[in-house]
């Protein structure tokens, strides 16, 4: 079972920045997918950022230019550096993971909260 440990949430004013991180353990198979989704007030769960273990990226559009994210495979660590950041980035942001065993299985951390003060 694998368990995803974030961390690097806060209050931040608009412009500034943050870097989330989230450690798997628990696992002796890498975790082949890893990201991170957000909630805001009032809003539905949307991908923020992924990547494979390949190195394959996908971000939301309203992140574009101003997030990135990288991964350390050897420890299975996912980072999420954001920058510039506005209010509309408040929110909850889970780590995710992907593990593939046979078949894919999902992994979610218990949320780290990013509040951008404007």
């Known amino acids: 079972q694998v368990q995803l440990v974030e961390s690097g949430g806060g209050l931040v004013q608009a412009g500034g920045s943050l870097r989330l991180s989230c450690a798997a353990s628990?696992?002796?198979?890498?975790?082949?997918?890893m990201g991170w989704y957000r909630r805001g007030p009032g809003k539905q769960r949307e991908l923020v950022a992924d990547?494979?273990?390949?190195?394959?990226?996908n971000y939301a559009d309203s992140v574009k230019g101003r997030f990135t994210i990288s991964r350390d495979n050897a420890k299975d660590i996912v980072y999420l550096q954001m920058n510039s950041l506005e209010a509309e980035d408040t929110a909850v942001y889970y780590c995710?993971?992907?593990?593939?065993?046979?078949?894919?299985?999902?992994?979610w951390g218990q949320g780290t909260q990013v509040t951008v003060s404007s």
């Open positions: 995710h993971g992907r593990q593939f065993r046979g078949t894919w299985r999902e992994y």
């Open positions: 628990g696992s002796i198979f890498r975790v082949n997918e």
């Open positions: 990547m494979t273990v390949g190195g394959s990226t």
